[in-house]
């Protein structure tokens, strides 16, 4: 009789999702934006879309951090200038200005931003949790999150003025951020 085709062993490789294969590390992917020349994230769970700014209708005796109202869609969202929330100078709409709507847990809030530059993913070893982070907007800050330490994505505009710098992000918590 012939030996057959085949004179070795076949190994069959193991699936992925095997048990003995190693398991994924947990990464979290915020969504990076620009207030002012600083770089602050959003847990991108919490966004809920991105939008150019539309008219935005004033509500008088609002709070200063308030712009006003807008509809989307037949809903009703307040919006919250991100600027004078985190009492950051006053700051002109460019055509790079986006309104992030943001799902608090409670409530989806219009959030205005600069600039929107990239969703960052990051591990464990980029995230530094803020214990003690000093100033007058500490409650918002959720930690603080370093892109450059495994190569994390850029993006840039087609001016090149907006890029996801190997800096420092500022993460910030969703729900602090628009308690009222």
Do not use: C
Not at 123 to 129: D, N, S
């Amino acid at each position: 009789m012939s030996e057959g085709i085949v004179r070795q062993k076949t190994i069959m490789p193991v699936p992925a999702s095997g048990p003995s294969s190693a398991p994924e590390p947990e990464v979290f992917e915020y969504l990076g934006f620009m207030l002012a020349d600083e770089q602050y994230a959003l847990p991108l769970t919490s966004i809920r879309e991105i939008l150019k700014p539309p008219p935005v209708t004033h509500v008088p005796r609002a709070p200063q951090d308030i712009l006003g109202v807008v509809s989307v869609r037949g809903r009703v969202t307040t919006v919250v200038d991100l600027r004078r929330r985190l009492r950051m100078p006053e700051g002109a709409m460019t055509k790079f200005s986006r309104v992030l709507l943001v799902d608090d847990g409670r409530e989806v809030v219009g959030v205005l931003v600069d600039a929107v530059l990239a969703v960052v993913r990051l591990g464990p070893q980029e995230l530094e949790l803020a214990a003690n982070v000093g100033g007058d907007t500490a409650e918002y800050v959720r930690g603080i999150g370093r892109p450059g330490a495994r190569g994390a994505g850029r993006s840039a505009r087609s001016d090149g003025r907006w890029t996801l710098k190997d800096d420092i992000l500022i993460l910030l918590d969703p729900r602090a951020l628009l308690r009222r």
